[in-house]
């Protein structure tokens, strides 16, 4: 191969982005897809959990799948635990659609859809660690059933918001 074949090679390489994914956990007992995740607080982002979470501060959620098969109508859910007690957690928002950034409800199968969602965090909460499971369920199913899920731990603490 030509020393120029080479050089095109390598800058075709350090053209391509690199996209932060945070790893997360699958959900145990699911059908659903596992997506990639981002979860960043400012421009910080998380690479593993357990994630900072600064109450006060806005943290935000990227999730990227592909849809599994044609879905018209879902609702993100969301479960916190801690300390062996588990509670819905509201997001105020009914539809996942109105997150997409990249598409419109609904998708067709093996479309890519990409998802964002700020989490805010009150000051009233106190510094502990919280298990996130967040999942969107397909509404048009009998019963409804999960599309993707992932769970991820945040820590729970009063501190500046990073930059």
Known sequence: MSFAVNIVSFIGILSVPTLAITQMNTCSNTTGIYPNVTYSVNSYVCDRSPCLCVPGCTSSLS????????????????????????????????????????????????????????????????????????????????PNTEVLCFEFDIIIKKTECPA
């Open 63 to 142: 999730v990227d799948f592909q849809a599994p098969k044609y879905l018209e109508k879902m609702r993100p859910k969301v479960h916190a635990t801690c300390l062996n007690v588990q509670l819905d957690y509201p997001l105020n928002q009914d539809d996942v659609c109105v997150g997409f950034t990249n598409t419109q409800c609904p998708i067709v199968e093996k479309e890519k859809v990409n998802y964002k969602y700020n989490l805010n965090i009150g000051t009233i909460f106190p510094e502990v660690t919280v298990t996130l499971r967040f999942s969107f369920i397909d509404e048009d199913t009998a």
